[in-house]
């Protein structure tokens, strides 16, 4: 087979997938892994184009075509070395990215050919790399003296991590949960990502040197003061969980959860987690709503759960949802209703929830850029009953107070604001702190927080470095 060709009589094949009625009995990951063989035929099929946009399209930009060709030439230790290059997290990105938004839908043949299967052989090659003993290669590393402090164990903070013990900077995590992942973790069901996988990105990063001090909350366990004074400079990685509202009656009647409670009372539950109060779905109609990543995870937790009937409501239609086209397809698969283009404007119920009031929408053009916006129909008003409603809108940062008084600035929903002005980046108005992830960017994909976290660590780096730099100076002058 010509190389060069491969791509036209090698169809694209994705790993299997657990068939829904299977899937639904428990929370194992539903895609199966490639072989050695299909993982270098299918990495084969790349045609490495001379301007590829699947690495532009990558927000971490990595270099996928050439660890494409590292594996299509059975070469996974190389690959596995490229691919953490520029990503921290690739076998949890491989994971859980929208691809069809990102590198595989920007793949030059996924105009007629299918595109490359990029995040399954993302995820491939460090699975695999792991089994055959890889380790990130540390013996060019120059220790320096320099201690960085970093707030939240998230994808954010994780990746700034990673990034300065390559640098020969000790990093030091705290998080306020027992875990570290954030919402990698307590968050994402584990059906999308197993709870192992990130217990091993543990195991490389402390091998690394990175230290973890957990279920410590800065600003109360430990003073934001006495935290500072400890460390040279700071990272803030601390994510999003203010839970978004619909602003509309009802939201306060019994069996209206939020999102994120009730994922994480699933997620505790499933680690056998001491005082979790459990919210249990079993036997109910459930009203998911939002059109999300994060309704789907509702949609598909319920499913697990025993859910008699699940539904999903958005206002916008299919084509427009924010969420996965995959996960969109998981969730018709496992026998989710989705209910297009209908806004909620009331709970209904006395003490607790019986059903909610909706009105059907359009979508209408508008003169400003961007997405058109639902507009109500007159006359359209219907109930459909519902033993409990999630509410899925996303979710906003919830700054410390301690931000302000330490003069980190904030915008008007509390995303912390980076000095534009800085020659180091990801630098608050404060020279010592430093921030990225959805705390900076608001609620958005973990590849984004990676990508922040990687270079706030490059901006603290250049900033130790310069103030040592400046202090010998000082001193010689």
Not at 146 to 174: E, Q
Not at 175 to 181: L, P, V
Not at 208 to 224: A, P, R, W, Y
Not at 277 to 285: F, H, N, P, S, V
Request: net charge positive; aromatic share 8%; glycine share 10%.
């Amino acid at each position: 087979m010509d190389k060069n060709l491969q791509f036209l009589e090698l169809k694209r094949m994705d790993p299997k997938v657990t068939p829904a009625p299977t899937r639904l009995k428990d929370y194992k990951e539903i895609y199966g892994h490639y072989t050695i063989k299909q993982a270098s035929e299918q990495s084969g099929r790349c045609i490495e184009c001379g301007n590829p946009y699947c690495e532009w399209k990558c927000p971490v930009h990595n270099y996928i075509p050439q660890w494409l060709k590292l594996i299509s030439e059975d070469r996974l230790l190389e690959a596995a070395d490229l691919s953490h290059q520029t990503n921290s997290l690739p076998e949890i990105c491989g994971r859980i990215c929208p691809q069809d938004r990102l590198c595989e839908g920007a793949c030059t043949l996924n105009d007629g050919f299918g595109a490359v299967t990029i995040g399954s052989i993302e995820k491939y090659i460090t699975d695999e790399a792991l089994k055959q003993g890889w380790k990130p290669d540390l013996s060019n590393v120059i220790p320096t003296k320099f201690k960085v402090g970093i707030i939240g164990a998230g994808p954010a903070g994780l990746a700034c991590a990673d990034v300065l013990s390559r640098k020969g900077i000790k990093a030091v995590i705290y998080d306020k949960y027992e875990e570290i992942g954030g919402l990698l973790t307590f968050g994402i069901p584990p059906f999308k990502l197993d709870k192992d996988i990130v217990l091993k990105r543990k195991k490389i990063l402390e091998g690394m040197g990175v230290e973890f001090v957990l279920n410590t909350n800065i600003g109360k366990d430990i003073s934001f003061e006495k935290f500072s004074s400890m460390y040279d400079a700071i990272f803030l990685g601390m994510g999003t969980y203010t839970y978004m509202k619909g602003g509309f009656l009802g939201e306060d009647l019994q069996g209206v959860y939020d999102a994120l409670p009730y994922l994480n009372s699933n997620i505790r539950r499933l680690m056998k987690s001491k005082n979790n109060e459990y919210i249990d779905m079993k036997g109910k109609t459930v009203l998911v709503l939002g059109g999300g990543d994060t309704a789907m995870d509702c949609n598909r937790t319920a499913k697990r759960q025993g859910a008699k009937k699940v539904y999903c409501a958005y206002r916008r239609n299919e084509e427009n949802m924010p969420g996965s086209k995959r996960e969109v397809k998981n969730s018709k698969e496992e026998g989710i209703e989705f209910l297009w283009n209908m806004q909620p404007i009331e709970i209904i119920g006395n003490d607790k929830v019986e059903g909610v009031k909706f009105v059907k929408t359009k979508l209408q053009k508008t003169d400003i850029r961007g997405r058109e916006i639902p507009v109500v129909i007159e006359g359209s008003e219907h109930t459909i009953k519902a033993d409990h409603v999630i509410m899925a809108f996303g979710f906003r940062p919830n700054p410390p107070s301690w931000l302000t008084k330490n003069k980190v600035k904030t915008d008007e929903i509390g995303r912390v604001i980076i000095n534009s002005k800085s020659k180091y980046s990801h630098q608050t108005n404060n020279p010592k702190i430093f921030s990225g992830g959805d705390m900076v960017r608001g609620s958005d994909l973990v590849v984004t927080a990676v990508f922040e976290g990687r270079n706030a660590a490059d901006g603290i780096s250049k900033f130790l470095n310069d103030s040592i730099q400046k202090k010998l100076n000082a001193i010689n002058s």
